[in-house]
């Protein structure tokens, strides 16, 4: 069955516009209440807890009770604050993540702006979300969230590179920027066609939202909370929003750039593109359940001495195979790259071992 | 063009929704829904028990501007390499070559900081 819309439905450039921004807010919202929940109930399954259990069936209210409360919470901002950056800061950090699904097609034809440089617009503003997270941290003048405040801004230096690198391979393999491009080049999804890129765009995007082996902006057990220490009532909801909207954008990229978006048998696309950013998010869940949160120094090594050397190589065998093998058949070459992604990895990995070894003494 | 005309508006519709959500309280406040009772002690910084000694906008030793300074070079070398990755497919192996010899340029300069030190937290 064909589920998908013309690119221009539904004729009426207002009512399009508002048809699907409506959509897209209410996309991302009703995904952060679900990502809410499903965090503190499948964290809470995996350390053999119950979690959130009495606000409505499964403690699914238990989002709308948590906004409610915080909504009538006083709002207070303290003395030593810097008053205009402590009110922008939520909102410079929040609608940069928002910005981001203007450009993801939730189903064939479902995307407000079909832009020819979908992923350097990504990449650009994806950079913006963490400078208004550094300024929220700055803002309210407190030691914890300045060490939060600095450290976003060493994460963003180190991962912006990988990830945009990994990108780079995708945009070689399409001969385009623009994200229904990359979408429809997706009859076999890219995580099989370069899984080395795909390894490298996952971490990038754990550390890019601050999720947990790199959750050092937030850091509970060493930062009393990070960024948002000084934050309270709407201005922490929004903060929160913002972490978790992340999350969703987040898992949405990686849904559209590796796993086929919006591709899949009968269901219609949109349905596709959920389960699939479901999925992706149940792992990075599982990944916050198992590994302990790293140090700055060895994130921003792995960044720097994995990653980036990392990409280039991948970056490397991509465009090289474009070039010299175009016409390569799929039963060699995703065997191929599958095999060279685990042995550069692994050897990659014993190389830094070393490394460190060697630095160390 | 409509493209952009549209990631305008929708950035006119996102600020519009945060500024919302951000000046909720202040309506609220006004109908007596939320307290406003400020005292000093609430209103001072947040430092786990003890009381706030100075001012957190102090010089900090950030550790990692030599980071940040091969950043911005490979910053450079990603604007230059998107419009190459596009054209790639069209392209015989000569300009294959030809962004080699850029990338490769490239990382000399990042194997001389690597040697260096400079990816080397202290």
Request: glycine share 6%.
């Amino acid at each position: 069955m064909d589920w998908s819309i013309s690119p221009d439905w539904p004729g009426n450039f207002w009512l399009r516009l508002i048809i699907i921004a409506v959509i897209l807010i209410a996309f991302v919202m009703s995904s952060v209440i679900m990502f809410i929940w499903m965090e503190r109930r499948v964290i809470a399954r995996i350390q053999s807890r119950l979690g959130p259990n009495r606000a409505g069936p499964f403690g699914l209210l238990q989002a709308f009770a948590d906004t409610i409360k915080i909504l009538t919470k006083e709002d207070i901002v303290p003395t030593l604050a810097d008053k205009v950056l402590f009110w922008a800061a939520p909102a410079i950090a929040f609608v940069p993540t928002l910005m981001i699904m203007a450009v993801i097609p939730l189903m064939n034809g479902l995307q407000l702006a079909d832009l020819n440089v979908g992923v350097l617009y990504i990449a650009a503003i994806s950079a913006v979300s963490a400078i208004g997270i550094f300024l929220s941290g700055i803002a309210g003048n407190n030691k914890y969230s300045l060490v939060g405040a600095i450290r976003e801004i060493a994460q963003l230096i180190s991962f912006e590179i990988p990830m945009v690198l990994a990108l780079a391979g995708l945009v070689i393999a399409c001969g385009s920027m623009s994200l229904s491009k990359i979408v429809e080049a997706q009859s076999i999804p890219f995580i099989l066609l370069q899984p080395l890129g795909f390894v490298i765009f996952m971490v990038a995007i754990l550390a890019e939202i601050n999720r947990t082996p790199f959750d050092l902006v937030e850091a509970d057990s060493e930062l009393t909370c990070g960024f948002n220490t000084e934050y309270s009532g709407m201005k922490f909801a929004l903060l929160y929003l913002t972490e978790y909207s992340e999350a969703v954008v987040g898992s949405a990229l990686i849904t559209a750039f590796f796993l086929g978006a919006w591709r899949g048998p009968i269901l219609p696309g949109i349905l596709w593109f959920t389960i699939k950013m479901f999925a992706v998010f149940m792992f990075i869940l599982w990944l916050r359940g198992t590994l302990p949160r790293l140090r700055i120094d060895q994130s921003m090594r792995l960044a720097w001495k994995g990653l980036l050397p990392l990409s280039m190589f991948n970056l490397f065998i991509v465009s090289l195979q474009t070039v010299f093998f175009p016409d390569l058949a799929l039963w060699i070459s995703i065997p191929a790259y599958i095999i060279i992604s685990v042995i550069i990895i692994i050897l990659w990995a014993m190389f830094m071992r070393k490394e460190r070894q060697s630095s160390n003494a | 063009m409509q493209d952009y005309g549209y990631i305008a508006l929708f950035l006119l519709m996102s600020i519009a929704f945060a500024v919302f959500m951000l000046t909720l309280p202040l309506f609220l406040r006004k109908f007596r829904i939320i307290p406003h009772k400020p005292s000093p002690v609430k209103s001072s910084t947040v430092e786990c028990g003890l009381e706030t000694t100075g001012r957190s906008w102090v010089q900090f030793n950030s550790r990692y501007y030599l980071f940040a300074l091969v950043a911005v070079a490979l910053d450079m070398m990603l604007v230059f390499i998107l419009p190459w990755a596009i054209n790639l497919r069209e392209m015989d192996w000569r300009f294959f070559i030809g962004g080699a010899i850029f990338i490769a340029i490239l990382l000399v300069s990042y194997i001389y900081a690597w040697r260096k030190g400079a990816l080397q937290w202290k």
